[in-house]
């Protein structure tokens, strides 16, 4: 995917960290967007794109812990940096769980924050293909016929022909020639590939 | 008794106060009483009596009596009563007579004759003239304008019937005269007086006789006849004789009843009958004084007065002649009674028996005031011994101080509490504040000032030491005592040895300040963590800053400006640094703790004990339901009652709004089995909001108004560094309980470091 300059977006109650951050992230090139609150950043709607979220975990109000939450729960989320001046474990364990990308303590080492931001981006840009393998998939999906459709479903589960044909009430070879069209229609190239896409496809369901 | 010795001052009062009632302002006048015979002339005493009776008893005049005797039987010659009249004028020459009273005619004569020296215009009142020839002479004479006068009585028949109604068989009648002046006068009388029974009775004059004689011829009397006896003043044969001594023995010698006319005679061997009564003549002339006295010129007054006659017998010779008192005449007086025993002690007797009654009753009521005094005595005794023991079985020790600084009461228990005795307090009243500390004696002092002063004090705490040299507290509490009246009577005090209560406290206190400080050591470690927070960002800020500008810098010309406005980024978050750094206070001794094998179970009953009348628990039933045997944890007794106090403490904010019979605090130890004790605290409060549970134990995490936050936070903090967890559930029944684990020493190999 030729992609869009990646944005870093930084919310922190505390202007030195939030401004220095932000001067550090741009000498290095990122494109950086600052906010002093969860609240602030949430009223701001971001659109889905290359980036990540810098969050601090201790402000006043919405806490980063619980934006993060708020996040989890969009289409697309942004990967979710959480530094913190004074962590406890539980409260690392729950962000983690919760799906952060990492959780760094102040005063944090430039390279860690670096790693950490180039992790969440790769991440995202592959959450981003398999999203948009998803949407090219479930498109192919929707070439097939309902009977084409049944012994996909059945397939990818490891039935082998002869099962399906019994399962669906006809012949072994009627089983053979739906699967040479289903394979034609999915642009599978092998029966591992259509596996494959089937386990994609089965990821990313939750996202309709 | 008590009646008698009461009587007795009565009376006395009574008659002090008689005279002073009756003392009316009575003008004085002087009476001069001239007497014809002596003083012992019978008739005199009792005329004498009767002029001072009726003087007496006059309301207009203070009579003073002035009494004069001329002895006229003894010296009767001229010269001597010329030397008497000389005598009388100058004796009262410098006296005012007001009036006279001469007593037989011969007194009369006297005064008369030297009357142009002697008392002259002093009017004079003629007492008992003895013959009516006397007084007609008197009537006719010039004199009589300042003179007046009554008669003696001569009533013979007045005698003579009474007489013979008593001896009715009366032939004869012998009649005795002596042979002086006043002799012949009453003879006279009488010769006058029988002429009327000449023809009746034949009359034996024994008159002019010798004593002798007539004695014998008084003996050889008939038994029909009866003696008159006139008045023997001289003798036929000239001896002189006391009227009535001679009469003694006449009466003796005579064998028949001896009548006389005089009541002087009476008592003397007479039987008694009508007589003149002298007391009566003599009351008679004073009357007569009086008028006279008053005003009433004595030439108006008729000579001869009412002659007051007299009835009266003698016992004895009614006896000695056989005289029944049934045959006297009515109003008779009987005199001389010899009495029977009875008569004669009667009032002696009726006394007697009165003192024997009275003495009885006196003995009776004796006995039965003893008995009652005794019965009281040992009531009081009882009492006594019953106040007695309520006081000295006191388990404080009591006492009674008297205003005058005296101890009136000391209960024995002062020894226990002070090691001295009662007696020696009572001995010395200095020694109860010998005994308090020096440091206290002005609070003692001040405080005993208003007991004094009834101020009622109420009680103070002080300490004494003891005789044994320890030193004890003591909670005094006293009150002023008054009696019915309201009169001060000390103070009242009660001193209770609370030594064992103070240590206590003392010790609760220690308690206290170290689970402060616990509390402060875990409040300042939250306070590093969060400085360490603080601190971390302009850190965080310099290094994001400098790693900025060296890479600006690389970038030469175009990044200048960009590295300008890093370096003083780095400038100012380390400024910020600095200030906070500077505005650190106070920093922490670093705490070391002390784990001992502990077991849960005292340790929770320990602080349970500590915390008891703590306000905050008031009206919270504090539960406990301890496992029987549990192993002992490694831990630090004051820190895990920390956590305790905390949970106990978060629970009873839990239950502010909960009924009081559901303030109720659970707490229960029970064996964990892979992690050694599990000790809960279960409340019935509200319960706890499921969202916000992650964040119980966070430091500065509240939900309470007031309050850091920190209880939990520090709990944990404690509880994770013994090893073990703690964490917190609602209960399916409401209110929530919170659990910690302590590992059990045996198992674990140590606490880490948190």
Redesign the interface.
């Known amino acids: 995917m030729t992609e869009r300059k990646p944005t870093i977006f930084i919310v922190d109650d505390?202007p030195?960290?939030r401004?220095?951050?932000e001067?550090?992230l741009?000498?290095?090139g990122f494109n950086v967007k600052t906010f002093v609150s969860a609240q602030d950043f949430l009223n701001a709607r971001f659109q889905e794109g290359p980036g990540c979220v810098v969050l601090d975990v201790?402000m006043p109000g919405m806490s980063g812990l619980e934006l993060q939450e708020k996040l989890v729960s969009v289409k697309t989320p942004l990967p979710v940096i959480f530094?913190t001046?004074?962590g406890?474990v539980?409260m690392s364990v729950?962000a983690m769980k919760a799906g952060a990308v990492d959780f760094l303590?102040?005063?944090?080492?430039?390279q860690d924050l670096l790693d950490a931001i180039q992790r969440a981006i790769s991440q995202q840009r592959e959450r981003k293909s398999k999203r948009d393998e998803a949407d090219e998939l479930r498109k192919r999906l929707k070439a097939l016929t309902p009977r084409e459709y049944e012994v996909f479903s059945l397939l990818v589960t490891g039935m082998a022909n002869k099962e399906v044909a019994y399962e669906l009430g006809t012949s072994e070879r009627t089983v053979k020639a739906h699967r040479a069209r289903v394979m034609e229609k999915m642009s599978a190239r092998s029966f591992a590939d259509l596996v494959r896409f089937a386990e994609t496809l089965k990821t990313h369901s939750t996202d309709h | 008794m008590a009646i008698f010795r009461l009587i007795f001052p009565a009376l006395l009062l009574l008659l002090l106060l008689q005279p002073l009632s009756a003392a009316e302002p009575r003008d004085a006048k002087r009476v001069l009483i001239l007497y014809s015979e002596d003083e012992a002339h019978p008739a005199h005493e009792m005329t004498d009596q009767g002029i001072r009776a009726a003087f007496g008893s006059n309301k207009f005049f203070n009579v003073q009596l002035y009494t004069e005797y001329l002895d006229v039987s003894r010296f009767g010659e001229p010269s001597h009563a010329r030397a008497t009249a000389d005598y009388l004028r100058g004796k009262y020459s410098g006296v005012e007579i007001h009036a006279i009273i001469t007593v037989y005619p011969y007194a009369l004569d006297f005064l008369l004759a030297e009357r142009s020296t002697l008392f002259s215009e002093v009017p004079i009142i003629a007492a008992e003239i003895t013959s009516r020839s006397y007084a007609e002479n008197l009537e006719r004479s010039p004199t009589r304008r300042f003179v007046t006068g009554t008669l003696i009585g001569d009533d013979i028949t007045g005698l003579m019937d009474v007489a013979l109604r008593l001896r009715p068989e009366t032939r004869h009648v012998a009649l005795v005269a002596g042979t002086a002046p006043n002799d012949a006068f009453s003879e006279e009388i009488f010769r006058s007086g029988l002429r009327p029974y000449a023809g009746r009775i034949d009359l034996i004059d024994l008159t002019k006789l010798s004593m002798e004689e007539t004695l014998s011829r008084l003996r050889s009397l008939p038994s029909e006849a009866l003696v008159l006896y006139s008045t023997i003043f001289k003798d036929g044969a000239g001896k002189a004789f006391v009227p009535r001594e001679a009469l003694l023995l006449i009466s003796r010698a005579a064998a028949v009843p001896v009548f006389a006319l005089y009541e002087s005679y009476l008592g003397f061997g007479i039987v008694g009958g009508r007589m003149v009564s002298f007391h009566a003549q003599g009351k008679e002339a004073a009357g007569l004084a009086l008028r006279i006295m008053r005003g009433e010129p004595p030439a108006d007054i008729t000579i001869g007065g009412d002659q007051g006659y007299v009835s009266a017998y003698d016992w004895r010779e009614l006896k000695r002649w056989n005289i029944s008192e049934a045959d006297l005449p009515a109003g008779s007086q009987i005199r001389y009674r010899t009495p029977s025993f009875w008569e004669e002690y009667r009032g002696a007797i009726l006394a007697g028996i009165s003192f024997i009654i009275i003495e009885t009753l006196l003995v009776i009521s004796l006995f039965m005031s003893l008995h009652k005094r005794r019965r009281a005595e040992s009531e009081i005794a009882a009492t006594t011994l019953r106040y007695r023991t309520v006081a000295d079985y006191t388990y404080d020790w009591e006492y009674w101080l008297a205003p005058d600084g005296t101890l009136n009461y000391v209960s024995p228990s002062c020894e226990r509490i002070t090691g001295y005795s009662a007696r020696e307090f009572m001995d010395d009243p200095s020694l109860f504040l010998g005994t308090i500390v020096p440091e206290d004696r002005e609070t003692w002092g001040r405080h005993h000032r208003d007991a004094h002063n009834q101020l009622n004090p109420g009680g103070i705490q002080f300490r004494i030491r003891t005789k044994g040299g320890e030193t004890r507290w003591i909670d005094h509490v006293c009150t002023p005592v008054t009696d019915t009246q309201g009169k001060f009577l000390g103070v009242r005090a009660s001193n209770r040895d609370i030594s064992d209560r103070k240590k206590a406290e003392f010790e609760a206190q220690q308690h206290r300040d170290e689970l402060a400080h616990v509390t402060r050591v875990a409040a300042m470690g939250e306070l590093t963590s969060s400085i360490a927070h603080e601190l971390n960002q302009p850190l965080a800020a310099i290094r994001n800053y400098a790693n900025a500008a060296k890479r600006f810098l690389s970038q030469g010309e175009p990044g200048l400006s960009k590295a300008r406005d890093a370096l003083e980024g780095i400038i100012r978050d380390d400024r910020r640094a600095a200030e906070l750094i500077s505005g650190v206070r106070g920093l922490l001794k670093k705490e070391e703790s002390c784990y001992r094998p502990v077991h849960v179970n005292s340790v929770i009953q320990e602080m349970l004990v500590f915390i008891r009348g703590d306000s905050v628990l008031e009206g919270l039933s504090i539960e406990t339901d301890f496992a029987p045997v549990l192993p002992a944890v490694l831990g630090e007794r004051v820190q895990l009652q920390q956590v305790l106090l905390n949970l106990m403490l978060n629970a009873v904010d839990a239950m502010n709004q909960s009924k009081p019979d559901l303030r109720k605090l659970v707490i229960k130890t029970e064996n964990d089995e892979d992690r050694g004790v599990k000790v809960s605290v279960r409340d019935f409060g509200a319960g706890i909001d499921e969202t916000h549970k992650d964040k119980l134990f966070e430091p500065f995490y509240t939900t309470k108004p007031v309050g850091m936050g920190m209880g939990l936070a520090i709990s944990q903090r404690i509880i994770s560094a013994h090893g073990g967890s703690i964490w917190a559930e609602n209960n399916p029944g409401g209110g929530a309980t919170f659990y910690f684990t302590l590992p059990a020493s045996t198992e674990s190999s140590g606490p880490h470091g948190a």
Do not use: A, Y
């Not at chain 1, 303590?105 to 430039?110: D, V």
């Open positions: 505390d030195s960290v401004e220095s951050t001067l550090m741009k000498s290095v201790r530094i001046g004074h406890t539980p729950r303590q102040k005063p944090f080492e430039e």
